[in-house]
């Protein structure tokens, strides 16, 4: 399982884009990974696109991990509406692009 990062820097090497939007995707996606660190509170490095929720038991010990949803990147979008129409749409179509290689 790679982790986002891994993910992204592979997508952003073999996508056949230019150069500049090529550059303005990884930026939108590197945003999008900025903003789930700070919601599921994990290093970047740790972030996998498979395991963005954790259920724990009362104890405390993990029970199993659920995959990215559209939720949180409706909440994303939600979080960032005072940006621009342009950045919302290159966000927009860099998740999308990046999601329509990787699965």
Same mark, same amino acid.
């Given at each position: ?10 997508? !952003? ?18 945003? #999008? ?6 919601? *599921? ?13 954790? *259920? ?5 010990? *993990? =029970?199993?991990? /659920? /995959? ?13 509406? !005072? ?5 919302? !749409? ?7 692009? #990046?999601?329509?290689?990787? =699965?």
């Amino acid at each position: 399982m790679k982790s986002l990062i891994e993910e992204v820097n592979l997508y !952003h090497s073999y996508s056949f884009y230019s150069y500049n939007y090529k550059r303005i995707i990884k930026k939108r996606l590197d945003d #999008f990974l900025s903003y789930l660190v700070v919601e *599921t509170d994990t290093p970047a490095e740790d972030i996998h696109l498979e395991r963005i929720y954790e *259920t724990v038991n009362l104890k405390g010990e *993990t =029970l199993f991990f /659920s /995959s990215l949803d559209v939720e949180l990147v409706e909440k994303y979008f939600i979080c960032n509406i !005072h940006q621009s129409y342009n950045w919302l !749409h290159q966000s927009k179509r860099a998740l999308q692009s #990046f999601f329509f290689i990787s =699965l």
